[in-house]
């Protein structure tokens, strides 16, 4: 059975740092493509970084890139998400998805999702 446990939301102050974990189980992650998803209050669920399950190309959302840095750990089976340089428009639960097929390009399907974990950057 596919799972996907998020991890490591918080509270942080604007500057500040979080690393997100997500840990599979009922599969090896290796070649399959994650990706990050993020949803704010009232609003839609939007993509935020991806891992390519074919070569582990990276890529992220413009509001992210240069601050996020997503990264697979094969020996853990999981995915982490360092955010650095959190901004109040960073807040919300974030989530990670994958395919059910292996060596995807990108991260053009979710099939599996976890159960999100709630970051919220204030003062």
């Known amino acids: 059975q596919v799972q996907l446990v998020e991890s490591g939301g918080g509270l942080v102050q604007p500057g500040g740092s979080l690393r997100l974990s997500c840990a599979a189980s009922?599969?090896?992650?290796?070649?399959?493509?994650i990706g990050w998803f993020r949803q704010a209050p009232g609003k839609e669920r939007e993509g935020v970084s991806c891992i390519a399950g074919n070569d582990d190309s990276t890529s992220y959302s413009d509001s992210v890139k240069g601050r996020f840095t997503i990264s697979r750990d094969n020996a853990n089976n999981s995915v982490y998400l360092q955010m650095n340089n959190l901004k109040s428009e960073d807040t919300g639960v974030y989530y990670c998805a994958t395919e059910t097929y292996p060596y995807g390009v990108k991260c053009s399907r979710q099939d599996y999702w976890g159960q999100g974990t709630q970051v919220t950057v204030s003062s």
């Open positions: 009922g599969f090896t992650l290796d070649y399959y493509s």
